[in-house]
């Protein structure tokens, strides 16, 4: 199997491009769901918001160990070894159907404990329980999606994530329709239907990988037989790896949670207005998760040719793309926000809040479209504790700002949505000083 990496545009885009079309399909599926919750009114836009958020806080700390699958894989690919990748997949299938299994129990019979303490509102504590004990009838399929989308990025193979995300968007943004508002010959459900509509949704895309897998002659070899050898053994480089990931991305994705816990004190209007401000940075996040998924596949596999000469260099022309690409895609943010956020809501004064706000933070993303990049290439190097320690360290300073803001110092909803400002310039600095003083001369010492 001959490998198409290397630093020209082509093949940089050939890599970020699919992974940006699925993050713009999970955009269109996000904003579809809250242009459609937004009709029932702001406790449904609320519901879902903060129910999703807890639920990918779990997830996406999940996801910190397929990012360390995804790196093994992509340093196996390098050296040709596909009898480790093997290894590395039969392990992970009983590795990731656990944390599968482990999530579905803790959202079907714990929703309680975890909601319960935090937010203030009754009838929202009892809405996003009932919210999340239907969502974690998807948390199975979805853990094994996610494994097998890291498989394909590790292997540069990013093709079928497209038509993958494809299949999430349709079947969810039809069940949605259908049964949130009782159309197309379903029952009538609301928010409930929002949340079977995704569980549907995440089951049938899974389905889709795994047929695809399957089918392709580059993957079943490295997948099939499954071998009682490869089962049995603990997933030892998966954990040493992606324990310091895991961590990063609980912290990450529980900060932003926390933040939006923070957001409840302000009111239901302010909550509601950064319901909104949230599905539209997933527009921004597209080119941003899509060059720093290419960045750690990069990385890692010019490490394992023994050329980390090429690091340097991709990470500058990454980052101009990463930068050129975010401004395309949210320039709409400072020239017709109104239009844009009138599609999720008819309410004027919410509309006037929202895109005063986005307005402004949208710059915060051109700053994150380059620090994305070289942190992303910390753990693309292996040294996943250092980046689980700087996404901490910004994290706590964020949150420590936020609780301020809204605690202390009195401040509104833009106040708090102005600290994007502060965490993404200091992931930034910290992770280009990480390469600019220290790992530059590592990385030459080496070759």
């Known amino acids: 199997m001959k490998s198409n990496i290397n630093l020209s545009s082509k093949s940089i885009l050939a890599t970020a491009i699919p992974v940006m079309l699925g993050s713009l399909i999970q955009f269109i599926i996000t904003f579809t769901d809250t242009a459609f919750l937004g009709r029932l009114g702001e406790l449904a836009l609320n519901t879902a918001g903060n129910s999703s958020l807890v639920y990918m ?19 196996f690919y390098g050296k040709k070894d596909f009898e480790e990748i093997k290894s590395l997949n039969q392990r992970g299938i009983l590795f990731f159907t656990g944390l599968g299994i482990l999530g579905f129990i803790l959202f079907q019979f714990f929703s309680s404990v975890i909601i ?17 004990e239907i969502r974690s009838w998807g948390f199975l399929p979805a853990m094994l999606q996610l494994m097998l989308v890291y498989y394909f990025m590790g292997m540069a193979d990013t093709r079928i994530l497209s038509y993958a995300m494809l299949i999430t968007a349709v079947t ?6 259908g049964l949130i508002f009782g159309k197309l010959g379903f029952p009538e459900l609301g928010i409930n239907g929002a949340a079977i ?3 549907i949704a995440e089951s049938a895309t899974f389905i889709f990988s795994l047929a695809y897998l399957i089918a392709h002659k580059k993957h079943r070899p490295i997948w099939f037989p499954l071998h009682k050898k490869y089962i049995l053994k603990f997933a030892n480089k998966v954990l040493k790896k992606g324990s310091p990931l895991m961590v990063q991305r609980f912290f990450s994705m529980g900060g932003w949670t926390f933040f939006f816990i923070m957001l409840e004190v302000l009111g239901s209007q302010s909550l509601a207005a950064s319901q909104i401000i949230r599905t539209l940075y997933f527009l921004a996040f597209i080119p941003v998760m899509g060059f720093s ?3 750690r596949t990069f990385v890692s596999y010019f490490l394992s040719i023994g050329k980390p000469e090429l690091v340097k260099k991709g990470l500058y022309k990454i980052s101009l793309l990463s930068l050129i690409a975010t401004f395309i895609v949210i320039h709409g943010f400072w020239f017709y926000p109104e239009a844009i956020i009138g599609i999720i809501t008819e309410d004027q004064e919410l509309i006037r809040v929202t895109s005063d706000i986005i307005g402004i933070i949208s710059y915060s993303m051109l700053i994150f479209a380059i620090a994305s990049i070289f942190f992303a290439a910390i753990a693309g190097i292996g040294d996943s504790s250092q980046s689980m320690f700087i996404e901490i360290f910004c994290l706590f300073s964020y949150l420590a700002l936020a609780y301020l803001v809204s605690h202390r110092w009195g401040g509104d909803v833009k106040d708090m949505w102005m600290l994007e400002f502060v965490y993404f310039s200091t ?10 003083w220290y790992r530059w001369k590592t990385l030459e010492q080496k070759n």
């Open 293 to 295: 998924t290419t960045t």
């Open 197 to 199: 509509a995704t569980v």
């Open 172 to 177: 969810n943004i039809v069940l949605d329709y």
């Open 427 to 436: 992931l930034g600095i910290i992770s280009f000083g990480y390469f600019k």
């Open 116 to 132: 319960s303490p935090v937010v203030t509102s009754l009838d929202l504590e009892s809405s996003m329980i009932g919210y999340l």
């Open 57 to 75: 806080t779990v997830l996406i700390s999940f996801q910190g160990f397929c990012e360390a699958y995804q790196i093994l894989v992509a340093k």
